[in-house]
């Protein structure tokens, strides 16, 4: 069955580093564009950025737009997000997810890991 598992996730503090892995089995990880999401407490669930097949193309939601970084490896099924810099307000749990409508307001995802924890904090 589709499996995404998130790990890496932890306390960082504010202008320090994280970087997330998503482990991805059970469908066709490299057929697929493959996104972040997360969910904070300020903003609720929000697209944080996509990357798409074979990393081509990557897109970021303007709070994160040059500090976190997507890539992937298709080789390890695995997707990743370096994050850097990071802020409080970057505080939240953190989901792969794969198919999803990015409409405005909550993304809708058909699948996506059970996602791990990240607090920035000092």
């Known amino acids: 069955q589709v499996q995404l598992v998130e790990s890496g996730g932890g306390l960082a503090q504010p202008g320090g580093s994280l970087r997330l892995s998503c482990e991805a089995s059970?469908?066709?990880?490299?057929?697929?564009?493959m996104y972040w999401i997360r969910q904070t407490p300020r903003e609720g669930l929000e697209w944080v950025g996509s990357?798409?097949?074979?990393?081509?193309?990557?897109t970021y939601a303007d709070p994160v737009k040059g500090r976190f970084t997507i890539s992937r490896d298709d080789a390890k099924n695995t997707l990743y997000l370096q994050m850097d810099n990071l802020k409080s307000g970057d505080t939240g749990v953190y989901y792969c997810?794969?198919?999803?409508?990015?409409?405005?307001?909550?993304?809708?995802?058909?699948?996506r890991g059970q996602g791990t924890q990240v607090t920035v904090s000092s």
């Open positions: 997810a794969t198919r999803c409508l990015l409409l405005g307001g909550p993304p809708k995802c058909e699948r």
């Open positions: 059970g469908f066709p990880f490299v057929s697929e564009w």
């Open positions: 990357i798409r097949q074979g990393g081509t193309m990557t």
